[in-house]
């Protein structure tokens, strides 16, 4: 049996204001045109401008995750679920209804204090709660969850293994169904034993399925040493630090955890995979006062992609340049 020990620390107010960090500083690029997304502005009113590094680099977050998702979605099409770990105020599932994507199940989970102003906000506006209404299907609502036919939210600490069964059980999560995971800066947060714990359960009940996992890398030199004492200074101390070393330390965690396999790729890497009108057209967007930063910035963020199953295993990211042409104004 899988030791389900957990470490509770009390105050999560620091990991939960990350949350309100990442959207602001997304609306912050939508707001300047780097990429759409008309469902932001109603969790986030309003946000200063970020640095010109900060944006490029939420810019290739996004589209660097979005990527994955395609490709995921050529092999499966609309039938698959898709379940996001940490979801805070992310809209994937409305922009993919914009895509003409319905796809079966998709589910979202984050700590109560978070899911409840989701909630308040879907319910508040009409071109949410419109989306996720589908014919014939009812929505049920809780202070913390709701439920439509094939969208669902949740609060949940993902530390508790039972707890995360029993919601996705609500969410009428299907084992059977291929599915994709993501996480954006979320495992990191959770202390090693139990991140593993949900890693172990994910893999062995979830036998066709990929984990897109955004989070820091290279913590170990002087450059993360610092982004890690930011961190800590704002109530943020980053448990799972030690599985964000290197690429090859994301890649251990999810073999580790009984995952068919994984590849991993740095912020540089991903930033060129993309096409290469889109970074041109983004470039222009604002110039770079130190392209330095933001090089460094891209080499302490990767995207991990772990699989389970034969369906996902040839899942690539190419890349047409290498770091020395990583175009820096």
Known sequence: MMDRQLSFHGDESGVIATNDDASESKRSCVKLGYYQDDYLQNFVKSSEKKAPEINRGYFARVKGIETCIEKFLKKTGDKCQIINLGCGFDTLYWRLRDAGHSVTNFIELDFPT???????QIKRYKVLLDKIHL??????FSPTDLHATNYHIVGVDLRSIDEVANKLKQSDVDFDLPTIFLAECVL??????NCNNLLKWLSSNFHSAAFVNYEQVNMNDRFGEVMLGNLRAR???LSGVESCLSLDTQISRFVQCGWTGARSWDMCQIYESLPTSERHRIEKIEMLDE???LVQLFQHYCITVAWNGELFQDIEITVEKRLSTLMID
């Not at 978070?114 to 308040?120: D, E, G, L, M, Q």
């Not at 014919?135 to 049920?140: A, V």
């Open 235 to 237: 109530g943020c101390n």
């Open 188 to 193: 990191v947060y959770i202390e090693t034993a």
């Open 291 to 293: 392209g330095e930063l």
């Open 114 to 120: 978070v899911t409840a102003k989701k909630c308040y």
């Open 135 to 140: 014919e014939d299907g009812e929505i049920r």
